[in-house]
């Protein structure tokens, strides 16, 4: 136990988060069983450190951070380490990496039933479904998502500001003030392009070539998040990554299911399952038209986010496939993202249109439509310059 602690001490006192995520003030507290969800690379680990060192010095012993990816817990299961954590004292476990202990979730269950004094907060993929394949936690765990850095967190890391998020609801009624007090302390095109390219992942912030961490993040996620989460033979590996391959170079379309399915040599509804786990993984987003959703096929896939467009060889994409990926990337955090009657809009929330546009017509400002401009920092009636949804969290 003694060196589980000063791996913590050690961790917590050089944990280094400059940009405070705005999940922290999201999440209840309060909660017994706290799960937080999210791709790799986004910073979850970052993350539960940065809560203890927030909520407790680095040598107080009532927290205590681990990982299941320390051999040791390959001889021990969770409740076994809770029971001695908790008779010392302990009052707050922090677990990284969950998912790669045996029986996790029911391990978890009777940590709950067992000391009934102890919070756990816990990390893992993106991949689990915490509630849906685990009944045992259905009731008693909370869950969240903590997502890559939004353009406005990537801003303030890189300029020192501390601009506050806005609401959708918000941003939209008083656009012309927001942008004004924006602009009046940093222009945000000078640096969007550069969050586009590498600015989603926390990643940028090492020395080390972006693209092939990036990449090597991407492999993880097929070889163990959804291998192992999903329990799918090795075997068929090589067919999901071909899959998100013929995906991503095809662009922003709807999947030709019965092409793919031959493709990789499956079956369509083996594919259509493969989708799904790609989108569960974060490597791709599935549009649906309004009232459908899997397991019918999606209306466009595309890739979850700008910054895998760098990680994929050869690929060509156009701006305005990287401005729309952008778009429903930041839109999906709070926003239902439908897509539209024409292929270049979308429908937030099922109720207000949205179009990704490098310009405006003028006379398109009556139809009720909202347009997201990409080349320059206009505001109208109902044109904001797209940067300025990334403000959005």
Not at 81 to 110: C, H, M, P, T
Not at 306 to 318: E, K
Request: hydrophobic share 40%; proline share 3%.
């Amino acid at each position: 136990m003694e060196d589980f602690y000063r791996t913590h001490r050690y961790l917590v006192e050089h944990c280094n988060a400059p940009v405070r995520r705005v999940l922290m003030d999201e999440i209840d507290w309060s909660a017994r069983m706290i799960g937080i969800k999210g791709t790799r690379c986004v910073g979850k680990t970052t993350f539960l450190l940065q809560y203890a060192k927030e909520r407790f010095s680095s040598t107080d012993r009532r927290c205590l951070y681990v990982n299941m990816n320390n051999f040791y817990f390959q001889g021990r299961g969770i409740a076994d380490f809770a029971g001695e954590f908790y008779k010392q004292g302990g009052r707050v476990l922090l677990i990284d990496q969950v998912f790669k202990q045996f029986d996790w979730s029911r391990e978890l269950r009777r940590c709950y039933d067992l000391y009934p004094k102890l919070k756990i907060v816990f990390a893992g993929s993106s991949v689990m479904r915490l509630k849906r394949e685990n009944p045992e936690l259905c009731e008693i765990v909370k869950s969240y998502n903590l997502r890559g850095f939004s353009f406005r967190e990537y801003l303030n890391l890189r300029t020192g500001l501390s601009l506050r998020w806005i609401s959708l609801g918000e941003l939209l009624a008083n656009k012309r003030q927001i942008v004004a007090e924006i602009l009046a302390k940093v222009d945000p095109q000078k640096y969007f392009a550069e969050y586009l390219e590498h600015g989603f992942y926390p990643l940028f912030r090492e020395h080390d070539d972006f693209s092939d961490n990036l990449l090597k993040s991407m492999n993880m996620m097929t070889e163990v998040d959804i291998l192992l989460i999903k329990q799918i033979e090795l075997k068929y590996l090589t067919k999901i990554k071909k899959l998100f391959y013929l995906l991503a170079v095809s662009g922003p379309q709807a999947p030709n299911v019965s092409s793919l399915a031959k493709e990789i040599e499956t079956s369509r509804a083996t594919v259509m399952n493969y989708i799904k786990y790609l989108a569960d993984a974060r490597l791709i987003n599935m549009i649906y038209p309004v009232g459908q959703r899997f397991p019918k096929k999606p209306s466009k896939v595309m890739l979850h986010n700008p910054n895998l467009y760098q990680a994929i060889y050869p690929i060509t994409f156009d701006i305005q496939t990287q401005m729309e990926t952008f778009f429903v990337n930041t839109m999906w955090k709070d926003h239902k993202v439908n897509q539209a009657s024409k292929e270049t809009l979308y429908t937030i929330d099922a109720t207000k249109s949205f179009k990704v546009c490098s310009m405006v017509n003028r006379k398109s400002g009556s139809n009720g439509t909202v347009y997201c401009q990409y080349t320059d920092n206009t505001v109208g009636d109902n044109v904001i310059p797209l940067w300025l949804l990334g403000f959005l969290y």
